[in-house]
């Protein structure tokens, strides 16, 4: 309960019980904070305080990108229906924030229809909330004429997208996507990269991966795929887009700064961009997991350099839960000499699913099956037994 000096109660006390208007009117003239500006909506602010908790400085800057207020039932309208739908105070604030213009909005004829139409995607209760709340400029988009035409264009991009999962993963990843006009950038950016080649499912994949490609300068996109193509990328190869998602998501410093670490380990440029047109991914590793995953294949265990440029994607699997336990167990079957035919090699271990290397090197070992699930879990071996080197066939 709010507690009144005896000013604000003289004040109070003077106004007819039938005039008394909403918190709105009341502590527009009782709350006035020190910082206010010229362009700051008192009314706005001060119901910004009252209703909502923002602070001082949060309501200030909120209340200055909105003019002509002058009642707070279209405002408690708004809240009332957001509530009404699952919405949390903390999804609420977060709206507010970002478009303060959406506690005016009509809400029968403008919020409501967008509502019932991301709700038709498949957003409802609280994961419509933190929708909005991360997106909320997509309310201040005209529904027919525009963000529908947009969301259908990219629902056609999306294959076997049930639910929408995809579809909804991708507009909370880059919601520029249908707050461009599709009939300039997005609509010009898909049919460029159609005509290289990246058609169905690799268009699809790319859509998911880096949505932002969609939306970019014609000229950037261009630039992206010229410079694939001279990095020795075939349009007709499947690796192609992969290798766009990469170069379009990183800035050519980031690129070069991760040759300089594999430089670091030995290899050349060109060992280098190989290994990378065989794993196009690779350079949007850490540069943090890539040195650990150097350092424990080359230098801890001795595995040949040879070996990682034939299979770079080895360094890009989790050394703590899949790299590591996989050596441990194969240290065990080879120093107890429990496989007759020749000891396949570590890219190999690695690149089977979990469940095919517990049937091949745990399982079917009956005598020795609790030795090797317990260095699986990493609890029998310590790091001073990843010492000895391993071949490579």
Known sequence: M?????????????????????????????????????????????????TLNFSQTEAQSISTR??????????????????????SETD?????????????????KSLKPKMEFFQGLGLVGSDLGKFISKNSLVLN??????????????KKILVDDINNETLIKVISRCNWLVSARPESKLLSNIAFLESCGIVGSHLSLLLKRQPRIFIMEDSKVRNHV???LDMGFSVDSSLFVHALHTVSGLNVETFLRKLE??????????????????????????EKKLKLALEFFLNKIGLEKAALIRAPWCLMLSLEERVIPRYRVMQIVRSKRLLKKKEPSL??????????????YVARFRDDTEELLVAYKGHLLDSSSLSSPVEES
């Open 2 to 50: 709010r507690i009144f000096n005896s000013l604000q109660l003289q004040v109070l006390q003077k106004i007819p019980t039938k005039a008394m208007k909403p918190n709105w009117y009341v502590f527009s003239s009782l709350t006035k904070a020190p910082t206010q500006t010229p362009n700051t909506n008192t009314s706005l602010f001060n119901y910004l305080i009252q």
């Open 66 to 87: 909105v003019s002509n207020v002058k009642s707070p039932e279209n405002p408690h309208s708004v809240l009332h229906y957001f509530r009404s739908i699952g919405f």
């Open 92 to 108: 609420i604030r977060l709206s507010v924030r970002s478009a303060p213009g959406i506690l005016f909005s009509d809400v029968d």
């Open 141 to 154: 988009i005209n529904l027919e004429k525009h963000l529908i035409p947009r969301i259908e264009l990219i």
């Open 226 to 228: 010229s410079r694939v």
């Open 261 to 286: 670490l594999f430089r670091s380990f030995g290899y050349t440029k060109d060992e280098y961009m190989e290994m990378f047109r065989r794993q196009p991914m690779l350079p949007t590793a850490s």
């Open 347 to 360: 890219t190999s271990v690695l690149n089977i699913s979990e469940k095919k290397f517990l049937e091949r």
